[in-house]
């Protein structure tokens, strides 16, 4: 696994997880062989073609493992995918197909439509 894949150095697992929420519109912690993840994927892509969410594959980086650690202190939520939208914790796939329903989805992005949050 190149080094390329993992935090950038001196920034600690927290501040690089709470950055790239900040810095998205849309955060999905994901896994690349989790079939929800890729139902997650699948939603955010048919649903919001113009957004390009900020996917990260912890399978397939040395970090992955803490950044799920902090993920389950921070949200209370240890499974992928773990996805946030304008910030807010959405929850898992299911959580996020039942958000999308009730319209929630696009108000939370509606009301932080510009690209940098
Ligand atoms: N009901 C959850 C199911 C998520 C789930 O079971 N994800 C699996 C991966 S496919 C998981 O996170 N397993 C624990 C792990 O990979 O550490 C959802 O809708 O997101």
């Known amino acids: 696994m190149s080094a390329s894949t993992s935090i950038s150095q001196g920034a600690s697992i927290a501040e690089f997880v709470d950055a790239t929420i900040t810095k998205n519109q849309v955060v999905i912690f994901s896994k690349s062989y989790c079939p929800y993840c890729k139902r997650t994927k699948a939603l955010f ?8 969410p900020e996917i990260l594959e912890l399978d397939e980086r040395d970090d992955g493992g803490p950044i799920q650690q902090y993920l389950a202190e921070k949200t209370g939520q240890r499974t992928v995918p773990n996805v946030f939208v304008a910030t807010k914790h959405i929850g898992g796939n299911d959580d996020t197909h039942s958000a999308f329903k009730a319209g929630k989805l696009a108000k939370l992005l509606e009301a932080k439509a510009t690209p940098n949050l």
């Open 45 to 52: 892509a048919a649903s919001f073609p113009e957004l390009e």
